[in-house]
């Protein structure tokens, strides 16, 4: 132990049990040799009782304690924990999840066979007396707002359909003529990007699909099966 | 616990402890009717997270925790508090009532004690007032133990100079 140790612990000398007996034992070994720092730890240790004396001279309003009592009885809507026996908590936890749990189970898309069937039977009816006037209605009570080409053939027509997709809902037809058939995507463009038109047909293993613009603001993505083209599904004597 | 056990304890943790918190409140703020206020505040606080506290033995740091959170939140609704800057303390000390060491009055002290930025402040009445330890002063402050030393050197070397008429004799080494 030296003096610019000493100098350095200096602030801390004043705590007997902040600093180990091997530490003490070293301090005090150089203090009994070392007037200059003797006097420095006297002269701190004074220090620090007369800021400690200074501290504590705090006069308590004599009122202070009954001031908080009352304080503390006009708030017992703030005491709940107090008066939450455990039981409770638990009791409270297990209706929170049987409450979500029962929610989560009532707020899955029901299976109902009347609903299917009643479905199923407006499918068979638009789609036997297909025209497009029956496909404008059909997608208007579905709230969807979309275009309806006119030179489709709807005798021809199998199906119909709303889709989502990326949160978009798209109107979906099919169409069937013997062994050929076709899907009709009617695309609004202001939701989707679309390529330039016009574009070369994509080919797949099985199918073929167009793009068809068909208005300012639609175009038609139509997917063909087998040896099918667009021709096949026009009324007759439209081709043009 | 019952409730009436658990009243009957928390009440005797105010008779134990409100004149310590209002004592450390006032050094904190140096207002009387702000310190009772937030003495009171203190324990209507503590009474409702009373069921928190699991250890009866450190309720005394647990209370002077809850008083500081208050005075910091008090002071961020405010807006007024006035620190310097942690770099400037050492610069900006007035000496126009000095006194010796060992009678330092309590106004003035409280006068250098609002100069002082309250990261310094608070290690500064904990260590003297209350004599926590180090440590549990770092766990008040939610700060290493290196930092509270260092924080309570600083401090307590502008109380100093602040409030002695003679600076400390180690101007030179003496070996």
């Known amino acids: ?240 | 616990m019952g409730e009436v056990g658990r009243n009957g304890t928390f009440r005797r943790l105010v008779d134990e402890h409100y004149a310590q918190l209002y004592r450390y409140a006032y050094r904190l703020c140096g207002r009387a009717d702000v310190a009772a206020d937030l003495t009171q505040e203190t324990f209507a606080r503590a009474q409702a997270q009373f069921s928190q506290l699991r250890d009866l033995g450190r309720s005394k740091s647990w209370l002077f925790a809850i008083l500081r959170n208050v005075y910091l939140q008090q002071l961020r609704v405010e807006r007024r508090q006035r620190d310097v800057p942690l770099e400037l303390v050492d610069l900006e000390v007035a000496r126009d009532e000095e006194t010796n060491a060992d009678e330092i009055e309590p106004h003035q002290l409280q006068e250098a004690l609002n100069e002082l930025p309250e990261v310094f402040r608070t290690p500064l009445i904990l260590f003297y007032f209350e004599e926590f330890s180090y440590r549990d002063i770092a766990d008040q402050m939610n700060i290493p133990i290196g930092t509270v030393m260092s924080r309570l050197a600083r401090a307590k070397s502008f109380l100093r100079k602040r409030l002695t008429r003679t600076p400390r004799p180690d101007d030179e080494l003496c070996r």
């Open chain 1, 1 to 240: 132990m030296n003096c610019q140790t000493i100098r350095l612990l200096l602030p801390y000398l004043t705590r007997q049990n902040e600093l180990g007996a091997e530490d003490w034992r070293a301090i005090d070994n150089h203090l009994a040799t070392c007037d200059t720092c003797r006097a420095l730890v006297e002269d701190e240790r004074a220090f620090d009782r007369a800021i400690g004396q200074a501290m504590h001279t705090v006069t308590i309003p004599v009122n202070l304690r009954e001031a908080i009592n009352r304080r503390l009885e006009q708030e017992p809507s703030r005491n709940w924990r107090f008066r939450v026996p455990p039981w409770a908590a638990v009791a409270a936890t297990f209706l929170l999840i049987a409450l979500l749990t029962w929610r989560w189970y009532a707020t899955r898309p029901l299976i109902d066979p009347t609903q299917w069937a009643e479905w199923e039977d407006q499918q068979f009816v638009l789609t036997y007396n297909g025209s497009r006037d029956s496909v404008i209605e059909f997608f208007q009570s579905r709230g969807l707002k979309t275009f309806v080409p006119a030179d489709f053939d709807y005798t021809l027509l199998t199906r119909l359909d709303v889709i989502d997709i990326e949160g978009t809902p798209v109107a979906t037809l099919a169409f069937q003529k013997g062994d050929h058939r076709a899907k009709v995507y009617v695309i609004p463009r202001r939701h989707f990007r679309v390529p330039n038109l016009p574009v070369s047909p994509a080919t797949g293993s099985h199918c073929t699909v167009e793009l068809v613009e068909v208005s300012r603001d639609y175009v038609l993505l139509i997917v063909y099966f087998g040896e099918a083209n667009r021709q096949f599904f026009f009324i007759p004597g439209m081709i043009g």
